[in-house]
């Protein structure tokens, strides 16, 4: 079990999932997980305890990339780099921003795509990206706009934490 950032077991009366629980709010802006009968705690400054539970404290399990991640190479993780720094974007416009080959472009969106990575952006007006012409907005017409899915924002998480 891991303890969100800002928390720390104590070494003391080392805490234990199940175990009623208080915090103690240090000077080192840490807060320091207790036994609530952790007899240490009869020294601390009142004012500097806080009630816990475990629920609140524990951290959210790290997501892992399933098998098919293994099936991505460095072409793929520049193209899910460039859906999350500028959004949605077509295939034209990705190989051109990344000098990649149009036809290699279309093949990994759409197996992106069919990865769950990038989903198909519904039509609709969309705003041209800052820099290029400000403050215009331009209809979804001949281009298929591919964004980044949460699992792709997970894979891409994965692959720049190496």
Same mark, same amino acid.
């Given at each position: 079990?891991?303890?969100k950032d800002d928390y720390v077991a104590a070494r003391c009366c080392?805490?234990?999932s199940g175990d009623s629980i208080v915090g103690y709010?240090?000077?080192d802006n840490i807060i320091k997980v207790h036994k609530s009968d952790c007899p240490n #705690?009869?020294?601390?400054?009142k004012e500097r305890l806080i009630p816990l539970i475990w629920a609140d404290i524990i951290a959210p399990e790290e997501a892992v990339p399933e098998a098919d991640y293994e099936l991505l190479d460095d072409a793929d993780f520049r193209i899910l780099q460039h859906h999350f720094r500028l959004g949605c974007d077509y295939s034209i416009a990705v190989a051109v921003a990344l000098r990649l080959d149009e036809s290699i472009v279309f093949e990994r969106?759409?197996? #992106?795509?069919?990865m769950g990575l990038l989903e198909r952006v519904e039509p609709r007006i969309i705003r041209y990206r800052k820099n290029i012409v400000p403050g215009k907005w331009i209809k979804h017409r001949n281009h298929t706009y591919y964004?980044?899915?949460?699992k792709g924002k997970l894979y891409l998480r994965y692959y720049e934490a190496l």
């Open positions: 079990m891991r303890l080392r805490p234990a709010y240090s000077h #705690l009869g020294k601390a400054e969106h759409r197996r #992106l795509r069919t964004e980044l899915t949460d």
